[in-house]
């Protein structure tokens, strides 16, 4: 069972142009998170949202953890912003639940 | 600053063979460790975690084991590898977040 469902699989933008992705879980959480994965694989922490609204640069995460949904909205979108981008909660026994991500691709 | 190493960064074995990975983080005493597997175009998946020296809790059987023999250490490993083995090993380490090593690349085949 996917504990972590997130939408869309796939996005294609223009450059400037926003993104909005989404993710739900199947369980409890107090602890959501957004990671960045390089092409190369290594994971890049984004954001920390364990509820309300968290921002950071161009990044903002919405997360209402009663409705068990979190959102990350990447505004004016580059180029440099392409790869996938996965949304992650915490389970009560230590555990790291993550979605499938969203692929990323931003064109000139 | 904290940082968190892995080795190798990538293999390439035979089927049967033996592995061992490696995870070590500077900067931090008693950090909580993990080790995750992505198979290609897989999702991420927790394998182990530990708080402690010593201690190491199973999340996901996959025939790989984990021991942590340091504070600042973690190891992955198995006697044999399987096909399904092949993937991309990641290691971590958690305050508020988590903070991944930069991955090792397996290959079985």
């Known amino acids: 069972e996917q504990q972590v469902q997130q939408s869309p699989a796939s996005l294609v933008l223009q450059e400037a142009e926003n993104a909005e992705l989404q993710c739900s879980f199947s369980?409890?959480?107090?602890?959501v998170q957004w990671f960045y994965q390089r092409p190369g694989g290594r994971l890049v922490s984004l954001l920390y949202?364990?509820?309300g609204t968290k921002q950071s640069g161009r990044l903002t995460s919405t997360t209402v953890i009663k409705e068990r949904r979190s959102s990350l909205h990447i505004s004016s979108s580059q180029i440099t912003d392409s790869g996938t981008y996965l949304c992650?909660?915490?389970?009560?026994?230590?555990?790291?639940?993550f979605g499938s991500g969203t692929k990323l691709t931003v064109e000139p | 600053a904290q940082t968190i190493h892995q080795w190798p960064v990538a293999e390439i074995k035979a089927v049967g063979s033996p592995l061992s990975l490696g995870c070590t983080i500077k900067?931090?005493?008693?950090?909580?460790l993990y080790w995750y597997w992505q198979a290609t175009g897989g999702t991420l998946q927790q394998l182990f975690y530990?708080?402690?020296?010593?201690?190491v809790e199973s999340v996901v059987q996959l025939n790989l084991s984990a021991s942590r023999p340091k504070d600042d250490q973690f190891i992955l490993s198995t006697e044999k590898l399987l096909l399904s083995h092949s993937g991309f090993y990641l290691c971590?380490?958690?305050?508020?977040?988590?903070?991944f090593g930069p991955g090792t690349r397996l290959l079985v085949l």
């Open positions: 900067g931090k005493s008693s950090p909580n």
């Open positions: 949202n364990p509820s």
């Open positions: 992650a909660m915490l389970s009560n026994y230590n555990v790291l639940y």
């Open positions: 971590a380490w958690r305050e508020d977040t988590q903070y």
């Open positions: 530990s708080i402690t020296v010593g201690q």
């Open positions: 369980i409890f959480t107090n602890q």
